[in-house]
């Protein structure tokens, strides 16, 4: 009940394109759901987030898509460029700020 | 944002050592927590450091492997004790208070 399914594992996308990643979870005491982004070397650095009381939040080119009845949330990543590429990595909290991550998903944009 | 920084960024170790692992934040915060992320793989909580008081560790980790300290609210301390190779990943801090912020990581090879 504690996991957080993230897919696809990884993600070929054009440049120019729309990169979509699906994240599902389980427990609905959830209710704060961030989006992180890591370059190679580097810590996880926060996207976006959402809280489960709005549907959508965009960003510049990054939309989170919520959907509380199905318990899931997708990240969207629009006009997605060669500087996107990195591993993104969906998680859940419930107010304790003791993360639960999705398994990541690696996305590379080609130029 | 909480700025973090995390000493060393990188070692290799002879099984069978220790290895500390320190955490200097830039401003005093309530919330710190380590994670491990093994070679491609996801992040997983190993315990919340608590200020003034033992650390508070996830299934699966005990405090004779990885014990910690904080002894104030900007540092923290993660040590890697009796090292074996299965030990190798990447160790990352984290603090949290509006939202969590990662540290850019240890990552730790062990031969």
């Known amino acids: 009940q504690q996991q957080v399914k993230q897919s696809p594992q990884s993600l070929i996308v054009q440049k120019g394109g729309i990169s979509i990643i699906n994240c599902a979870y389980e427990n609905t005491a959830f209710d704060y759901f961030p989006w992180y982004q890591q370059f190679p070397g580097k810590g996880p650095a926060l996207l976006i987030a959402i809280r489960p009381d709005v549907s959508e939040k965009k960003e510049g080119r990054f939309t989170i898509s919520f959907n509380k009845s199905a318990k899931q949330f997708s990240l969207h990543i629009m006009d997605s460029q060669p500087g996107d590429s990195a591993t993104y990595f969906c998680?859940?909290?419930?107010?304790?700020?003791?993360?639960?991550f999705g398994t990541g998903t690696r996305l590379k944009v080609l130029a | 944002s909480a700025v973090i920084s995390q000493k060393p960024s990188r070692d290799i170790c002879q099984r069978g050592t220790s290895l500390t692992i320190q955490c200097q934040v830039d401003s005093q915060v309530t919330m710190m927590f380590w994670y491990r992320q093994q070679p491609g793989q996801s992040l997983t909580l190993i315990a919340t450091a608590n200020q003034g008081s033992e650390a508070t560790y996830e299934s699966g980790f005990v405090i004779d492997k990885f014990p910690i300290s904080r002894p104030n609210l900007t540092f923290s301390t993660l040590t890697v004790s009796n090292m074996s190779p299965e030990d190798s990943s990447i160790y990352l801090c984290s603090v949290a208070e509006t939202e969590a912020f990662f540290g850019q990581g240890t990552r730790l090879t062990v031969v």
């Open positions: 998680a859940a909290t419930s107010g304790t700020y003791k993360y639960i």
